[in-house]
């Protein structure tokens, strides 16, 4: 018998940026007509207090007004139209409440599984209405890997929308441990996806805690569904497979080498394949893995064979065995996509077993009775110690686009016109407040700036203030003061942008460069806003061209992203994402030369580039074009302090390949990176990389972290904050899309843990730090034991891929008492950037306190 062969089905898909075109390059675009987001921002003030149904004689209500169609909202790649996870079966499900509405209407529980969206559970309200909080539990009648819970809110009326909110799991219906997922819902009609970590559960419980709009003590729900298993465990690393064997219960020999082993080889192009040749083996065919020790071991995850589509694994189920012999019952099972990306198992539970077994089902396209697999690795529970640790995932109202840490312990976060998508010019932002201290967010539209902050360029003045520029209203600038919790405009730039690149310089004016995506393309060279009078100064000696990646779109494309670098004198470096590096010169007209090429590498769009020292920064990963391009796994060190041309070093490889990914520097120069795909789509999650990794400068070496439980691609964030960890989120704003990501998590990096989960003890700063210092100053600062060393972090502002405003800026510091210290802040304003810090205090393991924030300049 002939080997089949063939060719997988193509899966077209549009380029939804680059038909996304602003204003006058609009080509081929599709008008949409868009639900009522804008809704969420100005909450219906009906001070209605009797029936919260619209059709059961309750008084007329005031309508929140609708948002305009958006100009240019084009579909997303056909990747971006399905969810990650399954939509679970819900039959035999049943529902309950903690109270339901049925004197006055059908409000039961039960009608969020009738498949009717007209039928709703309503919390009671007849006579005395039952107050907030309200719950309502799904129990599925058997344990499943759950990863989302989907509410559809009521359709004809607003009232009992389901605004703050919890998500609890539960095996048993009693025991109920800490909320998985928790956050705030925006006040609309739309679907919402409120995402958390994959689980094995039977019940999972919603908790509504507020009204979205306040309208009144109400709760209501149209559906409620259930996503399960989306191939990406979390909290989980791969286990070494040094010495493992695998077997198959057949494999082909003859006609090739398909032999079970290959799997184990660490390369995808050799293969297990099922037999072939001859008389075919029917299905179903299984491969164990035998890791010859016991271990924990919670996932599995199966790289389909590259090229050839023949033999990828649809139906399958996974089960363990302590001996070899006796297999128990499957921890997981399911079917996978027929397409070429890894595709994972999350186990129910995790179980100890020496044995692994995958066992294939179906064929996933139909094409015949083969299996086949390039390799496969298994998954067990992470080491916090060594790995980290996520929190509970933070729904916010909002897709977060662009972020940023404020004092008084806040992350600020904002999307486009709309809190999903975007398009046109419509002169106005919604925007988020994350405090975090309790976990509440609170919404805003902000429209007195006519500025719609999408694709923006940012940079925190050397006040705290941020300034935001251009992006979809591609001329405007506006300026967000913390202090006062107000957004303000300033004088419009001469040449109107989107995504271009700004960094604040040391002479305190604001530096901008690039930004092709709209207001035409080409000729976005650089300006300068000073702080004095507001205005921006052109400078015709620093064109464009010369920092241009070599993409296929042009200067669309390739002018976007700069990662730059502010030095002394009022001087830039620009290093990035094009392989041509250069000095900038912003006095004057300004000035532009040539400091040389990025090393061996190529253009990387999309990658990162982190200040992790002075004068010392890290990029890393990126791709040669803005989308459909490989992704590269490499980095690089860049050192500016000498008087020439920066020294450029090949450090470490990632492990994962990244474009779209987001990177911080932590308070002890290492740099944790998230997310990214190796293969850059926009508004896709396809090839993404759920495992963050953390490179160490000392070391030149990146190690895994706890996997993530969302993707973080196109639109995501990372911020470090002022407790030492990191916020990631966002992804998406791609409207009627599976892949929106309107939340958040926060990592807690391995230094702050044990191996148990619990924290380790931490130095503290105490008494009085100056809230502002000035450059060259001497501070005093006391600590509650014996410290090593301090460190500033600028605070920044992230935003497709790109964050500027990073840098670490480690402290001289002398004993000059017991837990007393006199620190010296760098006089050059080019070391210490004028601006708002976070300043640690590290001891001798590397555990950082909780940050003081403090102004230099």
């Not at 958006?70 to 990650?84: E, F, L």
């Not at 202090?483 to 604040?504: F, K, V």
């Not at 000729?523 to 004095?532: C, F, I, N, Y």
Request: hydrophobic fraction near 35%.
């Amino acid at each position: 018998m002939r080997k089949p062969s063939g060719k997988g089905p193509s899966v077209p898909f549009r380029s939804l940026h680059r038909r996304l075109r602003p204003r006058w390059e609009l080509h081929g675009l599709i008008l949409t007509a868009l639900v009522a987001v804008v809704a969420a921002l100005l909450p219906l003030a009906t001070g209605e207090s009797s029936p919260a149904r619209a059709d059961a004689g309750s008084a007329a209500r005031t309508k929140a007004p609708e948002p305009p169609t958006a100009p240019h909202h084009a579909d997303a790649p056909a990747s971006a139209m399905v969810p990650a996870a399954p939509e679970l079966p819900r039959d035999g499900w049943t529902a309950t409440a903690s109270d339901e509405e049925t004197a006055a209407e059908n409000g039961r529980a039960a009608n969020v599984l009738d498949g009717n969206n007209t039928t709703i559970w309503h919390s009671k309200w007849s006579g005395t209405a039952a107050p907030l909080p309200h719950t309502i539990t799904l129990d599925m009648h058997r344990t499943v890997v759950v990863s989302a819970l989907v509410y559809q809110p009521r359709s004809g009326s607003p009232n009992g929308r389901v605004g703050a909110y919890e998500v609890h799991l539960s095996t048993d219906g009693t025991t109920w441990g800490p909320a998985v997922a928790t956050g705030t819902l925006a006040d609309d009609a739309t679907l919402k996806t409120i995402s958390f970590a994959p689980k094995g559960t039977r019940y999972v419980r919603l908790t509504a805690r507020t009204e979205a709009g306040n309208r009144g003590p109400w709760s209501s729900a149209a559906e409620l569904n259930l996503l399960g298993d989306p191939g990406t465990p979390a909290q989980t690393v791969d286990l070494p497979r040094d010495g493992w064997t695998a077997t198959a219960s057949d494999e082909e020999t003859a006609a090739e080498d398909g032999r079970a082993g290959n799997v184990l080889d660490n390369d995808d192009s050799t293969i297990w394949h099922s037999k072939w040749s001859g008389t075919a083996a029917p299905l179903p065919h299984h491969l164990t893995i035998d890791m010859q020790t016991a271990r924990a071991v919670s996932a599995l995850s199966y790289q389909p064979r590259r090229p050839g589509v023949n033999g990828r694994i649809g139906g399958y189920t996974v089960t363990t065995s302590t001996d070899g012999v006796s297999f128990g019952p499957p921890v997981a099972s399911g079917t996978w996509r027929d397409d070429d990306t890894v595709k994972g198992a999350t186990f129910t539970h995790t179980v100890t077993a020496r044995y692994v077994r995958l066992t294939a089902t179906g064929e996933a396209g139909g094409r015949g009775p083969w299996s086949s697999a390039a390799e496969i690795r298994i998954a067990g529970p992470a080491d916090p110690a060594t790995h980290g640790s996520w929190g509970k995932v933070t729904g916010f109202p909002l897709v977060p686009v662009a972020s940023t840490v404020l004092p008084g312990n806040k992350l600020l976060a904002w999307s486009a016109y709309g809190t999903d998508r975007f398009g046109g010019s419509n002169g106005y932002t919604q925007t988020a407040l994350l405090d975090l201290e309790t976990g509440q967010v609170t919404q805003r539209r902000i429209e007195n700036t006519k500025h719609d902050m999408f694709c923006p360029g940012t940079a925190v003045l050397e006040d705290g203030r941020i300034l935001v520029t251009g992006g979809s209203n591609a001329e405007r600038a506006s300026i967000y003061d913390p202090a006062t919790d107000t957004w303000t405009s300033t004088t419009d730039m001469n040449i109107p942008r989107g995504y271009q690149a700004m960094t604040l310089l040391s002479t305190g004016e604001a530096f901008v460069l690039g930004g092709s995506w709209n207001g035409g393309n080409g000729g976005k060279g650089g300006e300068v806003w000073s702080p004095a009078d507001g205005t921006w100064r052109t400078l015709p000696g620093v064109p464009v061209t010369t920092t241009m990646t070599d993409d296929p779109a042009d200067a669309y494309r390739a002018d976007n992203h700069q990662w730059l670098y502010a030095a002394s004198g009022g001087r830039v470096l620009h290093l990035g994402p094009s392989k041509q590096m250069n000095w900038i010169t912003t006095g004057g007209s300004g000035g532009i030369s040539s400091a040389g090429s990025r090393g061996d590498s190529a253009d990387a769009m999309n990658g990162n580039a982190v200040a992790y020292d002075i004068g010392k920064l890290l990029t890393l990963g990126g791709a040669t074009a803005y989308e459909n391009a490989p992704a590269t796994r490499r980095a690089y060190t860049v050192d500016a302090n000498g008087a020439g041309a920066p020294a450029v070093t090949r450090t470490g490889d990632m492990d994962y390949a990244r474009a779209f990914a987001n990177s911080v520097v932590m308070p002890d120069g290492k740099i944790a990176v998230f997310g990214g795909q190796a293969f850059p789509v926009p508004f896709s999650d396809a090839t993404s990389a759920m495992t963050p990794e953390i490179w160490d400068p000392a070391t030149g070496r990146f190690t895994r972290m706890a996997t993530m439980a969302v993707p973080r691609n196109y639109h995501s964030v990372a911020n470090l904050l002022p407790d030492g960890r990191i916020f990631t989120g966002g992804g998406g704003l791609c409207g009627d899309c599976a892949t929106n990501h309107p939340d958040g998590s926060i990592f807690t990096p391995p230094y702050l843990l044990n191996a148990d989960g619990t924290h380790k003890p931490r130095p503290a700063i105490t008494g009085t730090v100056p809230a502002e210092m000035t450059n060259g100053a001497k501070v005093t600062v006391t600590t509650h034991k014996p410290v090593a060393s301090f460190v500033l972090v600028r605070n920044n502002v992230a935003t497709h891929s790109t964050n500027n405003d990073q840098r670490r800026v480690p402290l001289h510091s002398s004993q000059t008492a017991a837990n007393t210290y006199e620190l010296s802040i760098p006089s050059d304003p080019g070391v210490a950037l004028p601006g708002s810090y976070l300043l640690f205090a590290m001891d001798s393991a590397g555990v950082p306190s909780i940050a003081r924030s403090v102004l230099i300049g």
